[in-house]
């Protein structure tokens, strides 16, 4: 079973989304899009903490726990090392926190305008981006950075997302960011 525990703490959220909702989706579909979730239908909780918030939390977050003095759009906190995760969602007798997730409000709806989306398409993306660094995926190289991608393009599809990393086409030729 999943738990996506959502909390508004700051920024402009927009009050008639369902943020709940929308954050619960995106982590079922990131969990099953990486390989996880049939272990959502039995008896264990595997929880995930959906943060929204504002960008100076978010930086305060950045700078404190990972030395960079200013915002981004989401921070995941994981609470198992990568190699751990095969083993914890086998032993799915117990109960388990996957981590935390903080998005900053500016700094979504800045890169939402600039993308020209929706802020509740651009927050998906970045908590299926989140949740996947609670399961171990990385971008720290080039190829792990494209196999992430693909997985979250993938994953994104399924939500009837388009792909965040194809830029607008111009003449023909895709452009990647």
Same mark, same amino acid.
């Given at each position: 079973?999943?738990? %996506?525990?959502?909390?508004?703490?700051?920024?402009?959220?927009?009050?008639?989304?369902?943020?709940?909702?929308?954050?619960?989706?995106? %982590?079922?579909?990131?969990l099953a899009g990486a390989?996880?979730?049939?272990?959502?239908?039995?008896?264990? %909780?595997?929880?995930?903490? %959906?943060?929204?918030?504002?960008?100076?939390?978010?930086?305060?977050?950045?700078?404190?726990?990972?030395?960079?003095?200013?915002?981004?759009n989401v921070l995941s906190f994981p609470m198992h090392a990568p190699h751990d995760i095969p083993a914890i969602f086998k032993a799915s007798d117990m109960d388990v926190l996957l981590g935390d997730l903080a998005l900053a409000a500016e700094t979504v709806g800045a890169e939402a305008q600039d993308k020209q989306i929706s802020i509740a398409d651009h927050a998906t993306h970045l908590i299926v981006h989140g949740t996947l660094h609670l399961l171990g995926h990385d971008h720290e190289d080039d190829a792990s950075a494209e196999a992430m991608e693909a997985l979250e393009t993938r994953i994104l599809a399924g939500l009837g997302l388009s792909d965040p990393y194809r830029e607008a086409v111009s003449h023909g030729v895709d452009e990647r960011q």
């Amino acid at each position: 079973m999943l738990d %996506v525990d959502c909390d508004i703490v700051a920024g402009e959220w927009d009050p008639r989304q369902d943020w709940a909702a929308l954050a619960e989706r995106a %982590v079922a579909a990131a969990l099953a899009g990486a390989g996880y979730g049939t272990v959502l239908d039995g008896d264990a %909780v595997f929880e995930v903490s %959906v943060r929204l918030s504002d960008d100076a939390e978010v930086q305060r977050l950045n700078r404190d726990y990972r030395a960079k003095d200013k915002p981004t759009n989401v921070l995941s906190f994981p609470m198992h090392a990568p190699h751990d995760i095969p083993a914890i969602f086998k032993a799915s007798d117990m109960d388990v926190l996957l981590g935390d997730l903080a998005l900053a409000a500016e700094t979504v709806g800045a890169e939402a305008q600039d993308k020209q989306i929706s802020i509740a398409d651009h927050a998906t993306h970045l908590i299926v981006h989140g949740t996947l660094h609670l399961l171990g995926h990385d971008h720290e190289d080039d190829a792990s950075a494209e196999a992430m991608e693909a997985l979250e393009t993938r994953i994104l599809a399924g939500l009837g997302l388009s792909d965040p990393y194809r830029e607008a086409v111009s003449h023909g030729v895709d452009e990647r960011q």
